[in-house]
């Protein structure tokens, strides 16, 4: 597609605010066509896919924009959003209280090895060894490894 194109423009936004809402402006992310679904904000999406383009296609600009907007900052708590909320929005596609964000497996590793003090800030070397890993008959079985020692209590 050429960058001149506006779906373009509006897929690559779509798709970006995807990323970090978990959900997308047009309910179908890769489907702008006749069978795709309609836009939840249709300004909003045209108001991004202009400011894209006016900026040269920035996704560093782009993304710095939508988590620095007021809606990504929300609270994810429904008590702090609209309290008729819920009745109105059960599938939370328009923007009154914040996504839920789940944190990734290794971010969480990383968080759990920095506060224990094993976590190593170099880049490279060998990985944590926490599992051996065993290959039978097609199956992989993990075993834990505990590297350190009980504490005593």
């Known amino acids: 597609m050429h960058a001149d194109n506006p779906l373009f423009r509006r897929g690559i936004v779509n798709r970006v605010r995807h990323h970090h809402f978990g959900t997308s402006l047009?309910?179908?992310?890769?489907?702008?066509g006749?069978?795709?679904?309609?836009?939840s904000h249709p300004?909003?999406?045209?108001h991004l896919a202009?400011?894209?383009?006016?900026h040269g296609h920035s996704l560093k600009?782009?993304?710095?924009?939508?988590?620095?907007?007021?809606?990504?900052?929300?609270?994810?708590?429904?008590?702090?959003?609209?309290?008729r909320g819920p009745e109105v929005d059960a599938d939370s596609r328009l923007p009154w209280r914040g996504v839920r964000r789940g944190l990734e497996a290794k971010s969480l590793r990383d968080a759990m090895l920095a506060v224990s003090g094993k976590l190593d800030p170099l880049r490279g070397?060998?990985?944590y060894g926490d599992v051996a890993v065993a290959y039978?008959?097609?199956?992989?079985?993990?075993?834990?490894?505990?590297?350190?020692?009980p504490r005593p209590c």
């Open 26 to 32: 047009v309910h179908t992310p890769s489907d702008f």
């Open 34 to 39: 006749f069978h795709g679904g309609r836009p």
């Open 43 to 46: 300004d909003l999406l045209d």
């Open 50 to 54: 202009v400011d894209f383009g006016r």
């Open 61 to 83: 600009r782009l993304h710095r924009l939508i988590v620095t907007s007021a809606t990504y900052r929300q609270s994810s708590r429904p008590a702090d959003g609209d309290p």
């Open 125 to 127: 070397g060998p990985g």
């Open 136 to 149: 039978i008959d097609g199956t992989t079985f993990y075993q834990p490894l505990d590297a350190s020692p």
